[in-house]
Every structure is written in C-alpha cells, then in structure tokens.
Nanobody, 124 residues
Framework: QVELVESGGGLVQAGDSLRLSCVAS????????KGWFRQAPGKEREFVSA????????EYAEAVKGRFTISSDNAKNTVYLQMNSLKPEDTAVYYC?????????????????WGQGTQVTVSS
C-alpha cells in the first residue's frame, strides 16, 4: 500500500521560512513525478510545484516562483519543499502527491497518490 506522509508545517510569521518533507513508502517510485499542492480555506486545491524522478524537470506555480524550491532524495524516497519569504497568502494545507507518469502535470487529477496534508499558517 502506497503511503505519503508530510511533515514540517507550522505557524510562522511573514518573511519566515519552512521546509516541508514528504516520505513515500509502499512501492518503488522510480520514474514517478512528485509534487506539492495546497488548499486554502474556501478555495480549490492548487498546484505549487513538482519534480521528475531524475530531477531534470521542475515546475512552479507563478505565485511561488523565486521563493519556493522543490528537491528530492530518491535514496530516501523523500521530496522537500523549501519555502522562503512566506506570505500570509501562503497559508493553506499543503499536500504531497505522486504521479506514475514521467512528465509533470499541474492538474491534481493527474496524481494517483496523496498524503494527508500538513498545515502551514503564516501570520502578518
């Protein structure tokens, strides 16, 4: 059974940083794309960032470009999201997702596996 477990969320002030982690287990994730989505209260879930297995292709949502960095450690089956210069509008539940196709999509329905989410709250 595939399991994705996020950690690293919390309550921070505007301008602070957080690093989210997502550990995947239950199968081999070779050639999987791993990504991050977020959902703020009253809003639909939105794409944040994704990375291919080999790390050669990365995408970011416009809202986080230049502030967030995605990376992965395949030996640990872990994907990270370094979030710098956080803003109150970054407040959301952040979800890790995995896709068993080698190309990135920003559409959440394209991801087969999801974590339970971790709350990120940024105060002004």
């Amino acid at each position: 059974q595939v399991e994705l477990v996020e950690s690293g969320g919390g309550l921070v002030q505007a301008g602070d940083s957080l690093r989210l982690s997502c550990v995947a287990s239950g199968r081999t994730f070779r050639n999987y794309v791993k990504g991050w989505f977020r959902q703020a209260p009253g809003k639909e879930r939105e794409f944040v960032s994704a990375i291919t297995w080999d790390g050669e292709s990365i995408e970011y949502a416009e809202a986080v470009k230049g502030r967030f960095t995605i990376s992965s450690d395949n030996a640990k089956n872990t994907v990270y999201l370094q979030m710098n210069s956080l803003k109150p509008e970054d407040t959301a539940v952040y979800y890790c997702a995995a896709r068993n196709i080698i190309t990135i999509t920003t559409v959440d329905s394209g991801y087969q596996y999801w974590g339970q989410g971790t709350q990120v709250t940024v105060s002004s």
